[in-house]
């Protein structure tokens, strides 16, 4: 029996409602929309099934991936052969009276963003307008600091609660939690599995001028970036500024020429070039071939060396 057998099997008996996919394709779980199979993915829908799906997997020796709703992520075309759990089940989303710091609002890690986003309208909080667009959840925006149009997901959190090796669930500030670009503790220490956050109070404003907000944003985003294509949003991070001036991924490969630069289904956005699209049948091997083009020309022709902002497993 191999350790994913004896995993599975000590899933199945001691969390018997807990849902297991065996050879689970990624490419259902990715906004790229490629990547071969997990070998064992779990979903839990509630506190106590993370805590079990990441305890007994530790006991077992085995180190989860822990995903979101993939939108950061490129998988190897022969999949994965190790142990997922996704956190899309983890939807909590409510008020919670704490005994010393008042009324907190409480979001798990499986919470979208855009479903966050919309439930702070209708209570008439802003603050998190930025939001509404971005496609992936609490937890996956947490390590990553997600932010856009100046907002950072950083700047509104108080706690985060998180599961570390042994399945227990420890609480870290804010402040402790190394926020910086497209950072944080726990894209450092990927083995803590961000359960869920608390919200610093925010300010309170008509729903109607945030919709208004969110609604300019949205038509930005559809204005220019390649919403109809599946990405993962933008490839490269925000190089260093350059002689104290900001640098920009996109421009600088719109600079070298190369939107529209394909290699086979994958291509440079025509629309936006700080993005790599799936223009049909791309494959994980098309993705890294061109980012690494990308690579190359950008550096040979600017000196500026681009670092991917997307994620890979099993590459």
């Not at 790229?32 to 506190?47: N, S, Y």
């Not at 979001?107 to 209708?122: H, I, K, Q, T, Y």
């Not at 609480?171 to 450092?188: K, L, N, P, Q, V």
Request: proline content about 5%; charged content about 25%.
């Amino acid at each position: 029996m191999t350790l994913l057998e004896g995993l599975e099997k000590r899933l199945r008996e001691e969390c018997p409602l807990l849902e297991l996919r065996k050879n689970e394709p990624m490419s259902r779980h990715t906004s790229f929309r490629v990547g071969g199979p997990a070998a064992l993915m779990a979903l839990p829908k509630t506190r106590e099934e993370a805590m079990d799906a990441v305890h007994i997997a530790y006991r077992q020796g085995i180190r989860p991936f822990f995903l979101g709703n993939g939108t950061n992520l490129l998988v190897s075309d022969q999949g994965y052969d190790g142990y997922v759990i996704k956190t899309t089940g983890l939807e909590r989303l409510e008020w919670v009276d704490f005994t010393y710091s008042g009324r907190k609002l409480v979001v798990g890690g499986g919470v979208f963003l855009s479903r966050l986003a919309n439930f702070a309208a209708e209570q008439g909080l802003t603050g998190l307008e930025w939001a509404a667009g971005i496609p992936g959840t609490v937890g996956g925006a947490v390590v990553m600091n997600a932010g856009a149009y100046g907002g950072e997901l950083c700047q509104v959190l108080e706690k985060v609660s998180y599961l570390v090796e042994t399945g227990d669930v420890l609480r870290m500030d804010a402040g402790a939690c190394e926020f910086a670009y497209r950072h944080s503790i726990f894209s450092r220490l990927p083995e803590w599995m961000v359960l869920n956050v608390s919200l610093l109070p925010l300010a309170q404003e008509a729903p109607a001028r945030i919709r208004e907000r969110m609604a300019e944003l949205a038509e930005q985003r559809r204005a220019k970036q390649p919403l109809e294509h599946p990405s993962a949003g933008s490839t490269f991070k925000r190089p260093p500024p350059v002689d104290g001036k900001p640098v920009y991924a996109a421009a600088l490969i719109d600079q070298c020429g190369l939107k529209g630069l394909t290699v086979g289904g994958a291509q440079v956005s025509e629309k936006h070039a700080g993005f790599i699209i799936n223009r049909g049948g791309a494959t994980c091997r098309d993705i890294l071939k061109l980012m690494e083009e990308v690579t190359r020309r950008v550096l040979a022709e600017t000196g500026v060396e681009l670092e991917p902002e997307v994620k890979t497993l099993g590459v």
